[in-house]
């Protein structure tokens, strides 16, 4: 079996971290924490959103969450309710328009095309928008596409929402996961965009720590204090081990340069044996582990293309469909470089059976 499927980085999560975790029980540090977060890892968050990002967020204005998806869903459900609108880019991942419908509104899909590298237009995006339209949701570098936008790019999304009563849902979670010298850009820090902007980050994916469930949320004072109440309501903390965790992979950021130049050369020989097929058109991901992959050449619909290549040769990969487009497939490059050579040689097999 060759696995193009997976949503979550290869690697364990490093020595270090495990063994703040460990430490931190043998503390005894075992106990309920603040709703929004021990005040240490708050204050590193904060520390970290002003050094990487470039946004002048207090402790307070943070709230640390049960993965970066509790942090979305508290936002979206915290900020809309029935009747509203919620725009979300398409392709799109896959819990947003679940988390929209949970929450009572409703989901407007803005389409993307691979001829514009699969990015907002922001001449649609204006006409998108409507007088219930309470929210936009950006992912970047986006799961599925692998796309990220330039410090230009999202200002002229922003120039589109200035003066417009509606909040942006900043999912970037991806952000350290970014190649070819590229700088992540927080939406928050575009001119006054951090007054109507609610930043969602995580550890799942820059720390490999999605069993640990830790993500968080920033943004603007109002929207925070109410925001917290619906931690204080349902998960009560985010467990108190898994923060301690946190605190102590926020020291180090040498490990997650490594784990990005290897996925990076995952990167370039996974595009390169797909981009050799005549009926592929592999987007080139700018960030994530994820490659998103035009396969209409095929004649096959994605979900056909995806389980003929699972039960014919054993390679497992996400038909785009259930992302909001057919005729696509995201191959995930998290797995090792020989199971990446291996999946190609399939691939190939495959493509001339077909
Ligand atoms: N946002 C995106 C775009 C994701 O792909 C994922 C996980 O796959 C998440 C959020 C959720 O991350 P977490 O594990 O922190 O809940």
Partial sequence: MVNFAAGEPDF?????????????????YT????????????EKIAAKLQKDNNLNLEPGNIIVTTGAKYALFVALFGLLKEDDEAIIPSPYWVSYPEMVKLSGATAKFLSTDIAENF???????????????????????????????????????YNVLKGKDIF???????????????????????????????????????????????????GPDNIITELSKI?????????????????TALDDSKWQDSIRDEFAKRRDVLYKGLNSQAKLEPVKSEGTFYMFCDIRKTGLNSLDFSTKLLN????????????????????????ALEQINKGIERIDKFLKNL
């Fill in 119 to 157: 990015k907002i237009n922001p001449k649609e995006l204006e006409k998108a928008i409507t007088s219930k339209t309470k929210v936009l949701i950006l992912n970047y570098p986006s799961n599925p596409t692998g796309v990220t936008y330039s410090k230009e790019e999202l200002e002229d999304i």
């Fill in 168 to 218: 942006v849902i900043s999912d970037e979670i991806y952000e350290k996961l970014i190649y070819d010298g590229r700088k992540h850009i927080s939406f928050a820090s575009i001119g006054d965009a951090g007054d109507f902007t609610i930043t969602v980050n995580g550890f799942s994916k820059a720390f490999s720590m999605t069993g640990w469930r830790i993500g968080y949320l920033a």
């Fill in 231 to 247: 931690i204080d309501h349902t998960t009560s903390c985010t467990s108190s081990i898994t923060q301690w965790a946190a605190v």
């Fill in 31 to 42: 106990k309920y924490t603040p709703s929004a977060g021990l005040p240490n890892l708050r």
């Fill in 312 to 335: 014919e040769q054993l390679v497992s990969c996400i038909p785009a469909h259930a992302f909001g487009l057919d005729g696509f497939i995201r191959f995930s490059f998290s797995t």
């Fill in 12 to 28: 364990d999560t490093p020595d270090f971290i495990k063994k703040g975790a460990i430490e931190a029980i043998n503390a005894g």
